[in-house]
């Protein structure tokens, strides 16, 4: 399975733990619980294509809770680290974080009634990355939005 298809799965569970949760309203632990599962989804996607944990690392030496409905993916995360396979190739940014640029880009031009090629170089210096990798970003985005 490709990055972008896990990470869609993935996001997809994350959807429904949000939308449980705004449906029946919960209070204390189930609450933190559907709070930090977007935490953990982003937590969860770095260590899948890095290889790298510390951001998950963090969120359970806090002992932020987790929701039940990501311990599978949690359980994928551990496998892959533990045997040293990626599932796809590394990418210098989550699928999630991707759509984080693209929704600035998008907000910004719209703000500043600038040019795209404007927003895209101030979100890479703003982001210390190279202006090509935001532009790709941009446009997989941008084809994703149309589907």
């Not at 994350?14 to 449980?20: C, N, S, T």
């Not at 260590?47 to 409905?69: D, V, Y």
Request: glycine letters at 4%.
């Amino acid at each position: 399975m490709k990055n972008s298809e896990y990470s869609a799965s993935l996001q997809a569970v994350v959807r429904q733990i949000i939308d449980e949760g705004l449906a029946n309203p919960k209070h204390g632990l189930e609450l933190r619980m559907i709070q930090s599962s977007l935490d953990y989804l982003q937590a969860i996607e770095v260590a899948l294509e890095s290889g790298k944990c510390e951001h998950l690392n963090k969120l359970f030496k806090k002992e932020i809770p987790i929701h039940p409905k990501l311990l599978p993916a949690l359980s994928d995360c551990i496998n892959a680290i533990q045997h040293g396979t990626q599932i796809g190739r590394p990418s210098a940014f989550t699928p999630t974080q991707e759509e984080i640029i693209y929704d600035e880009i998008r907000h910004r031009k719209e703000l500043n009634d600038s040019n795209i090629t404007d927003e895209i170089g101030d979100v890479a210096f703003d982001i210390n990355s190279n202006e090509s990798t935001v532009r790709r970003i941009w446009s997989r985005q941008k084809k994703a939005q149309k589907k």
